[in-house]
């Protein structure tokens, strides 16, 4: 009888144990589906924001917080940085220091502070190359979200990180990622990052500038 008590007893503990899994998963699955909702809310926020030339405070509450002190890092580098430093730089950071020097040299600028943040989001055309081509569904994996092209959906283009409350744009990580495909032609004209943005930059401006050329590779004294 103790015996048969005994089992009786961890059948109950068996069934409460499944219960409880299946009402976590299902809760689980509730909350993936509500931050996948939050995802592609806040990027259409986001796309709205910068269409609105939002205040840079709002801007920057959509980035993760190492992308602020990157933004003033690559802002330092656009002041410093020579040719050979120029040199060691990926393509989007190579175009962002010229682009950059350009508006400087030019007079072009609209604002006084938060220069490179406002030069990325709105100057660079690096956000019109993910406007121009068709994506896939947003996809999300515990704390981390993505989102690639139509035809190749798992291959990301933009990534985002859960913070806390809300999705942020991991920027650091995302913008190799947008112009990986503008990357390609300099391994196919045997040409570094640097020249290959110095093309970009011409084929942006051609024709209303002069000096589209290597005088932008030198700090032009801010």
Not at 109 to 137: A, F, I, K, Q, T
């Amino acid at each position: 009888m103790a015996a048969c008590a005994g089992s009786s007893k961890d059948s109950g503990n068996t069934d409460e144990s499944v219960e409880t899994a299946a009402v976590r998963d299902a809760k689980f699955k509730a909350q993936e589906a509500d931050k996948l909702t939050m995802l592609e809310s806040m990027y259409e926020q986001f796309k709205s924001s910068v269409r609105d030339h939002a205040p840079s405070d709002v801007l920057l509450d959509f980035l993760t917080d190492p992308s602020e002190p990157w933004l003033d890092e690559l802002e330092r580098h656009a002041k410093t940085y020579d040719a050979a430093a120029i040199d060691t730089c990926q393509f989007y950071e190579a175009y962002a220091i010229i682009l950059y020097r350009l508006f400087e040299r030019e007079h072009l600028w609209e604002v006084s502070d938060y220069r490179m943040l406002y030069l990325l989001l709105y100057s660079s055309g690096y956000l019109d190359l993910v406007d121009r081509v068709n994506m896939g569904p947003f996809e999300i994996k515990n704390d981390r979200g993505s989102v690639g092209l139509a035809s190749s959906p798992k291959v990301p283009i933009m990534l985002f990180v859960w913070d806390d409350t809300k999705w942020k744009l991991d920027l650091v990580e995302t913008l190799p990622l947008i112009t990986k495909g503008i990357e390609a032609t300099a391994a196919k004209k045997s040409w570094t990052d640097a020249k290959l943005a110095l093309y970009w930059l011409d084929k942006k401006y051609h024709m209303q500038y002069t000096r589209l050329d290597e005088s932008l590779f030198e700090p032009i004294g801010f």
